[in-house]
Every structure is written in structure tokens, then in C-alpha cells.
Nanobody
């Protein structure tokens, strides 16, 4: 059973930092393209950052220069380093990834359960 499990959320003051982690469980699985999304009540989920297998990255305009997405394929993990956090970054953050399962050969999209990030003084 493949799962994406996020961790690292919490309460932080404006200007602070948090590092979110997303781990893929299961044997013989490989993360292809991965994303971080976020969602606040009453709003649609928005794409925050993307990283490809070749480590090309893209970011939501409002987080450029503050957030960094990265990956460790040996550990089957994706990270989101968030610096200079602002109150408007408050949201539930979700990991999303296309995961290749070697046996049987399958490529599927998975979502994590979400982790709350609250930026407040």
C-alpha cells in the first residue's frame, strides 16, 4: 500500500521558518514529479511548488525567493523549506506526487493527508 505522509507543520511567528517533509511508503516505489499544494477554508487548493525528477522547479509567484522545494530520491522524500513566513502563508499544506510502482508497472497519483501551517504572532 503506497502512502504519502507529511510532517513538519506547526505554529510559527511571522518571519520564521518551517521545513515540511513528505515521505513515500512502500517498497519498489519511485517518486516521479512532486508538488506541494496549500488550502485555506473556503478557497480552492493552490499549487505552491513543483519539482521534476530532473530537479527542475517551479513556484507560486507569492512564495518565490522564500520557499524551496527539494527531493531525496534515496529516501523517497520531498521537502518544502519555508522561510520568511507571512500570515497569508497559513494553510493546510498537501504533498502530491506521481509515484511509479515497479511491480506491477504502474504510475499513479497520490495525495498526503495534509499538515497545518499557522503563521501568527
Amino acid at each position: 500500500q503506497v502512502q504519502l505522509v507529511e510532517s513538519g507543520g506547526g505554529l510559527v511567528q511571522p518571519g520564521g521558518s518551517l521545513r515540511l517533509s513528505c515521505a513515500a511508503s512502500g517498497s519498489d516505489v519511485y517518486i516521479n514529479i512532486a508538488h506541494w499544494y496549500r488550502q485555506t477554508p473556503g478557497k480552492e487548493r493552490e499549487l505552491v511548488a513543483t519539482i521534476t525528477r530532473g530537479r527542475s522547479t517551479e513556484y507560486l509567484e507569492s512564495v518565490k525567493g522564500r520557499f524551496t522545494i527539494s527531493r531525496d530520491d534515496t529516501k523517497k522524500m520531498v521537502f518544502l523549506q519555508m522561510n520568511s513566513l507571512k500570515p497569508e502563508d497559513t494553510a493546510v499544506y498537501y504533498c502530491n506526487a506521481d509515484i511509479f510502482i515497479s511491480a506491477p508497472s504502474t504510475l499513479r497519483n497520490y495525495w498526503g493527508q495534509g499538515t497545518q501551517v499557522t503563521v501568527s504572532s
